[in-house]
Each structure stands twice: as C-alpha cells, then as structure tokens.
C-alpha cells in the first residue's frame, strides 16, 4: 500500500461529469475456475454509465476470461453480474443487450461495409427502411460513407475497424466490449484511432469496457482504468491516479518507468519523513507525513521525468546523488540517462532535447548530478 497522505489529484471532471449511474454495470465477487486453476478471483466492480473502462494487465491475469463472462462467453464459476439492474448471469449471450468488437474485427469477407453494418439489424428483424435509416447514419458517424460498397480487403487496418465498430454500435447495445481493439494497427495509426475511437464511443453515450495489455491505450482512453494481476484487481482508478499514486510496489511498476529506492524509515514527523538508503549517500526527504514508523523498511519510487540532471551540483541538502551516465535512450524529444551511483544502484532521468543535437548537454561517461523535489515520488510499504 502507499503509506503517504499527500493531497491526491484533480478529478479529471472534463471527462466524467456527464457520466450516468454509478452502479450501471456491477461486477459482485465474480470468480471464474478452470479446472481447479482460479483465472478470476472474486473480482468486485462498479461501472458507471457512459463510462469507458479499461481492464488493464499482463498476459494471463485474467482480463480476458472476465470480459468474456461479461459477454457471455464464459459462465461465472461464483459472483454476479448485473447490467443496469438485470442480472445477467443465466443469460445466453445472444440474449445480452451487449456487443462486443473483436482484436481481428471478424468482419465477413463476402458482405460489403453497409452489409457489415446491417448485419445485426437484419437479425432482429428490422424493416428495411430502419435498416438503411441506421446504416447511413452509422456510416456517418464513423466517416465511412464513401465506402459503403467495398469490401472489407479493399479496406485499410483502421477503416476495417471503423467498420467493425459501427456494426457493434448499429443495435444500441447497453454495453459495448472492446477486446484489444488497437491490437491490429501499427503504431502511429493506433495514436491515431485511440483518439478517434474514444470520441465516437463518448459522442453516442455508450458504457464501454476494454481490454488491453497496452498501458498507452488504457492511458489515453479510458476515464477510469483496473489494473489486474493473478486474476485479481489490484487498483483501481483515472490514469492519473494510477500513474503518480500506485498504491503497491506492483502497480508503481506495472505503468510506466521508475526508480525504486529502497530504504529504512529514519525520522517520521507529522509534516516530513526521511528515509536513509544504502543505494544512496544522502537522504531523501519526502515533505510529509506517512502512515509508517521509524525503522519500517520501505521503497521510495520517483519517475525519471522528477529527475532533474546536472553538472553542477543542485543547491538542496537531500534528495540527491552523483553518478556516472552508462546508457542513453534516445527518443528524439528526450533522452533517458541511465546512470551509475557509486554504490552500484541504477538510476534513470528524463532529459528534453531542447538542443539540436542531445550530445551537446550530456553523453556518454559524463560525471554529472540528479536530484528532485520532496514531494517528486511516493513511499511503498507493499
């Protein structure tokens, strides 16, 4: 657990204001075994209404088989699942108002894109002017009108998705279910469709739950994320508070880069705590209190991008150290310094390149200093 109290971050209200129902998807201690092997361990969730969350994890940690319950695809060993009040546990998935987008699209080969789209509709035995009426207006939203005759291999990667996403809008589910939904796009078309799948999914209202192994995409679209390890939810909340306030040694590392300091608490006041580590020779300084004892063994984690670097020696008592750069990641931006301390511990920090070429500041073998501010990481106790 994080055993700090520091002040948390701001609600990103801008995206969760207009979000309905706190309990429209409840998720109540579902646990799901395969023979013997416990995949989902009595997993608890709310999700509000319009909200997009994200199921987050490593391989094997269960993300999947708990988003297959959701749909259907795998009955809950125990638990129950509710979806705006009904449950739905006894329910066939074809009886579920919920549809779910796959990681290959499975769109049919021998249909054009408004078939694609109609396909669902003609199913449950809509007229035909209905039909046309919701396939154009589908078209619209995703900007695949002009394609409406191709098939799907005279499509792009992300028109494929386009289409594969209006098709699973076209019926209204009460939840949409996105199985790695990035998984087939290469990078730069995945930043790209992060931010157009988000504001399609937020323009029509629809309660959306993905799973991804990407923490970019979790990061970048959803409101609230559960980050999931050994079939077992071990954090829940915004971006944010999973990336600056991991409340275990797992989720600080999980997301992201870090530094981890380990140590033993030496003083701990009710305004600041110092925690002297053999990796380090000076103190380190956290301007405020925690919920810990003098002598507790903790683990102090600060992201390279708090890491300030210098050749002069930073004018502050704590929470410094003097290394020398073994490695650089170059990332055109930035560069990541990987330094050598004397005590044989690694360190990281984030550097802009604000100079035309990034050897100019530092390089290779450079004596040079880091620090960072009291308030710059967290305290792990777990």
């Not at 409406?148 to 949409?176: D, E, I, M, N, Y």
């Not at 390890?229 to 600080?252: C, N």
């Not at 020696?313 to 931006?333: L, R, V």
Request: proline share 4%; glycine share 8%; net charge negative.
């Amino acid at each position: 657990m994080v055993s700090q109290t520091a002040t948390p971050p701001s609600d990103p209200s801008a995206r969760t204001e207009k979000l309905g129902d706190q309990n429209y998807v409840r998720i109540v201690e579902v646990r799901k075994e395969f023979d013997g092997f416990v995949a989902v361990d009595d997993v608890s969730l709310s999700i509000r209404k319009g909200e997009i969350f994200a199921l987050l994890g490593g391989s094997g940690c269960g993300k999947s088989t708990l988003l297959r319950c959701l749909a259907g695809f795998e009955r809950p060993t125990s638990g129950k699942i509710e979806l705006d009040g009904q449950v739905l546990n006894d329910l066939a998935p074809y009886d579920r108002p919920i549809n779910m987008m796959f990681q290959s699209y499975a769109l049919f080969p021998h249909m054009t894109v408004e078939q694609n789209i109609a396909f669902g509709l003609k199913q449950d035995g809509h007229g035909k002017e209905a039909i046309a009426r919701r396939v154009e207006e589908m078209l619209g939203i995703v900007q695949m009108g002009k394609y409406a005759k191709r098939k799907p291999h005279q499509l792009s990667g992300g028109q494929q998705q386009r289409v594969a996403l209006a098709r699973s809008l076209a019926k209204s589910p009460k939840l949409l279910l996105l199985d790695e939904p990035m998984g087939a796009l290469d990078k730069k078309l995945r930043s790209q469709m992060q931010l157009e799948l988000v504001n399609i999914i937020e323009k029509l209202g629809v309660t959306c739950v993905m799973v991804t192994h990407d923490q970019e995409e979790a990061m970048t679209m959803a409101h609230r994320i559960a980050l999931m390890d050994a079939g077992r939810i071990r954090q829940v909340g915004t971006p944010d508070e999973i990336y600056e306030q991991p409340t275990s040694r797992f989720a600080a590392e999980f997301i992201g880069s870090l530094n981890v300091i380990e140590g033993k608490v030496e003083n701990d006041e009710a305004d600041y705590v110092t925690i002297r580590s053999p990796m380090l020779q000076d103190l380190i300084h956290i301007g405020h209190g925690i919920s810990g004892f003098e002598g507790q063994e903790v683990a102090f984690a600060v992201r390279p991008e708090k890491v300030t670097i210098s050749r002069e020696e930073p004018d502050q008592p704590h929470n410094k150290a003097q290394g020398i750069i073994e490695d650089i990641a170059y990332y055109g931006s930035h560069s990541v310094y990987h330094l050598r301390l004397p005590s044989g511990y690694k360190l990281m920090a984030n550097f802009a390149n604000r100079k035309r070429w990034a050897s100019e500041s530092f390089t290779w073998n450079d004596q040079v200093w880091v620090s960072w501010g009291e308030n710059a990481g967290v305290v792990l106790t777990a």
